[in-house]
């Protein structure tokens, strides 16, 4: 009993292990999330402002999670230092997520990391598409 103990331990050591490498080994073009606040507001600020010349390209960003229920979409934002300015993203999930379970809590700080893609619909403009959320 003891031996599958530690056998079923020393397992999930492991796993945990090679999860949390996980996060280190994407490869990004840009990792907002290691800027400070107000600097990856910016950046937020100038992407959004010029999305041709980031589509396609792999983005990291840290903010506080929202859920639009109108749109049926999960939503990073990401705010300045003094969190009087902010903006945001739409994001879809690489894999298929139900909200809220599946989600970080409403104003949560969590790490996303997807792709810039033009979005079909007209009122969204771009969003970050086959997401995957790193950290809660």
């Known amino acids: 009993m003891k031996k599958a103990v530690l056998c079923f331990l020393l397992i ?6 090679m999860l949390s490498g996980f996060a280190e080994t994407v490869e990004v073009d840009l990792d907002l999330s290691t800027m400070t606040t107000s600097i990856a507001y910016a950046q937020m600020v ?5 999305p041709a010349a980031y589509v396609g390209k792999t983005l990291r960003i840290a903010g506080s999670f929202n859920y639009s229920e109108l749109r049926q979409r999960a939503v990073i934002i990401v705010a300045d230092k ?4 902010e903006t945001s993203l739409d994001f879809i999930t690489a894999q ?9 809590g409403l104003y949560k700080r969590f790490t996303v990391v997807g792709t810039l893609t033009a979005s079909e619909e007209a009122e969204i403009g771009y969003l970050l598409a086959d997401a ?3 950290a809660i």
């Open 12 to 17: 999930a050591v492991m796993i945990a292990a």
């Open 82 to 85: 003094s969190a009087c300015c």
């Open 132 to 134: 995957v959320i790193e």
């Open 96 to 104: 298929e997520l139900a909200y809220p379970d599946d989600y970080p």
């Open 46 to 50: 100038a992407i959004l402002r010029d």
